[in-house]
């Protein structure tokens, strides 16, 4: 049983999406594409090997520059960081429950607005006291100073 010249290709464009959908990296479905272009080219016109590759890598390259600068655009869709930073940031001023103890040299634990964020303060806060939120004391967000109220 023989395969005809455009079936491989069209098997070898399969692989590539296969192996794309398991690494996304979003470049090798351009050479998916590739193949399946030159199978069709293949499946009407009688053209040598040489032909067929260079109608391949062609094809390949041609998307990959012009369209996966404007496909990562498309599928990874808008992030906005700063969203974070101004949740935090509204927790500045507020009141908190410690929640795990803290001493000046260990973090501890406080719940504020219904969620859990470590602490830091230069006084010994027992679990259960109110404190108030003085700062961020860390880049991540995570972690903020506080002071018994």
Known sequence: ????IYLIWFLVGV????AEIIMPAFILIFFTVGCWITALVVSIFDIELT????????ASLT???TLRKYSL???RGKTCD?????YTDSQIGKT???TKKITPNMYGEI???????RAVANEEIEKGASVLIEEKKSEDGLTFKVKQV
């Open 1 to 4: 049983m023989s395969l005809s």
């Open 15 to 18: 692989a590539f999406l296969v």
């Open 51 to 58: 032909s067929q590759t260079l109608i391949f890598i062609a």
């Open 63 to 65: 998307l990959l520059f």
């Open 73 to 75: 655009k498309v599928f």
């Open 82 to 86: 700063d969203i974070d930073d101004k």
């Open 96 to 98: 908190a429950i410690v």
């Open 111 to 117: 719940k504020a607005l219904g969620s859990f964020w």
